[in-house]
């Protein structure tokens, strides 16, 4: 078994926007806040907690 520690900051930020590309967000939703916020998640966290 190994063990992923997770994307950094600047990584989730990234993939959150590939994410939000497709779908409508509203403009004041600011990926580098929620990538903040979302310590320890991998990308597949986020995409998959819709």
């Given at each position: ?14 993939i959150l926007k590939v994410h939000m590309r497709k ?28």
């Open positions: 078994m190994s063990w992923y520690p997770g994307s950094d900051i600047i990584g989730r930020e990234q779908v409508p967000i509203s403009d004041d939703v600011k990926p580098n806040l929620i990538a903040r916020g979302t310590p320890g998640f991998s990308g597949a966290d986020p995409a998959n907690s819709h």
